[in-house]
């Protein structure tokens, strides 16, 4: 049975991804701040994603174990209608923590694991908030996380192609969760199935690029 491990699973997009997988057969791997509150499907594993002493005793819990898809997940937006004016640098630096630096750690902290699996695939959820192309007003730490994160994860692309580990951004579109708020354009089942989908059927020739949850490339 092919392993997920994925962060952010106790809701939104990430609760209906593990909810797919574990039907879909995968042992699922659900990382989340409050194991015992976790209510899908699968094991529950505490990883806050920021805490790096959270992350040090994750990887001693899965020393040995193949994960096939390592999906970072998890993400905070806490500038949502900021503009310049309320711009504060401590979310900023906590949404870079979160969006940004965490995924990058814990890859890189579960790379043996991804490297010892069949499929090796890293998959970040990324958003279209970090197209630089697609630029609208606003939420600059969100979209400049987004951002770093996309260059962050192509740098790491190059960096683990050489241990057959391969990589994939995610826009998983606008939606209706805690995040995206009810008048998003689609719901969870939309996104999380087309992510599965585009992850599922992912070629070498793909990795490390951006690409919509109905599996379009995305500008970056
Ligand atoms: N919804 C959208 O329209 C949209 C669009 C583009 C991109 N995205 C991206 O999609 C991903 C999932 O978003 P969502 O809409 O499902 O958001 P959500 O419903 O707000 O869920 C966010 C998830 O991230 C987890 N999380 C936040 N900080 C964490 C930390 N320090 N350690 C561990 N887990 C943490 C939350 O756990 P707690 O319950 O413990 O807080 C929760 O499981 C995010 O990366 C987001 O940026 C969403």
Do not use: C
């Not at 209510?39 to 040995?64: C, R, T």
């Amino acid at each position: 049975m092919p392993t997920l491990l994925l962060t952010g699973a106790n809701r939104g997009i990430g609760k209906r991804l593990a909810e797919l997988y574990a039907a879909d057969g995968w042992d699922v791997i659900a990382a989340v701040r409050n194991p015992s509150a976790y209510d899908g499907p699968g094991e529950a594993m505490a990883l806050d994603v920021a805490d790096s002493d959270s992350i040090s005793v994750a990887v001693e819990n899965l020393s040995g174990r193949p994960i096939d898809v390592l999906w970072n997940n998890a993400g905070v937006y806490l500038d949502k209608n900021v503009g310049l004016d309320d711009l504060q640098a401590d979310a900023w630096e906590e949404t870079f923590r979160v969006n940004t630096i965490a995924p990058i750690m814990i890859s890189r902290a579960f790379a043996d694991n991804v490297a010892a699996s069949d499929q090796r695939k890293l998959v970040f959820t990324s958003s279209k908030m970090g197209s630089i192309t697609l630029l609208s007003g606003g939420a600059y730490a969100y979209r400049s996380s987004k951002s770093a994160l996309n260059m962050a994860v192509s740098v790491m692309t190059k960096d683990l192609s050489e241990r057959g580990i391969r990589t994939l951004l995610l826009h998983p579109g606008w939606v209706r969760t805690d995040m995206g708020g009810s008048s998003a354009d689609i719901d969870v089942d939309t996104s999380a199935g087309g992510m599965k989908s585009v992850v599922d059927g992912m070629t070498d020739g793909q990795s490390g690029a951006f690409l919509n949850y109905d599996g379009e490339e995305f500008p970056w």
